[in-house]
């Protein structure tokens, strides 16, 4: 079903949204190959129009958890892109101070609770986060963003029954870019219906285009208001596509490039930008404004992360131990 087009100014917020996430990665990428970013990088070009879409039915009181391909989810929440680049980098600038890199970012303050290395690992602290607000008399929710590979995982199964018997609110919203590394998901799983296995723990499901941020905005918000109207959990299954490499080494043998190129097709970005064309609400100038902007934006973040400092090694073992008190 096609979504109608939302006012201009949401429209080009979307687009910008995806733009920005799209940018931030294709330099990191770059960087990374200068040497600049080091150990893991797992991009999520291809994947914008989910957190985008996603995060525009959340509001600032509600808690997000998301996984190493969290780039895009900490853009969209509104993380500034100057913290995150230099947490790419390592520096001290760096919004986890740079001691947690690409898979680690982090903001208490914007309820953005991980990036998380661990497949499966943010299920149970979405959980943790939902009960906290339950016992608070809060009415916040927590959105929980996981990959189709932790669904392999004991933890999503004891995440979502006791989500349920406790009737937690916690939105369960799996990225289905049918690869867990080189496993494609029919090869790991006896039922490749992410959304049905949330009726084995009497969850309500819904699943929705990935690649279309409008629907992914739309479902999102009515699975936002099944969570906050009934306070249960809910679980959400967004159907994408990784364009890139799992991270930056892997020599994608596990599917034909034809594949990919089928899914470029649906690309969220320029077939969002063309629906606003052909309906008037982007003009070719306007297109290079938005891009120019964020360019700026991408490139002073960068020196940001340039010119952040390194934190000095005498100071290796801070934080890593919490002293005893006695
Ligand atoms: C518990 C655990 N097992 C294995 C790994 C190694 N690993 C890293 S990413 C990954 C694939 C996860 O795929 P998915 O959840 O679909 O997320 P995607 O990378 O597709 O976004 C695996 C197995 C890990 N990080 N944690
Ligand atoms: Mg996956």
Redesign the pocket.
Known sequence: MTIPLPGRDHALRLLREMLRIRRFEERAAELYTLGKIRGFL?LYIG?EAVAVGAMQALTADDAIVA???EHGHALARGMPAGGLMAELYGKANGCSRGRGGSMHFFDVTRRFYGGY?????GLPIAVGLALASRLQGRRDITACF??????A?GEFHESLNLAALWKLPVLFLC???????G?A?ARHQSQPDIAAKAAAYAIAADTVDGMDVLAVEAATRRAVDAVRGRNEPFLLEARTY?FRA??MYDPELYRSKEEVEQWKLRDPIPTFAARLEDAGMLGASERGEIEREVALEIESAIAEAEAGPWEPVEDLAKDVYTPVRR
Not at 117 to 121: D, E, H, R
Not at 146 to 151: E, L, M, S
Not at 175 to 181: F, K, Q, R, S, V
């Open positions: 797992h994947e996984t190493y391909r290395a661990i497949v499966g690992g996981f990959g189709d590979g932790a669904v995982e990225e289905n870019n049918l690869y867990a590394m496993t998901l990784r799992h991270s």
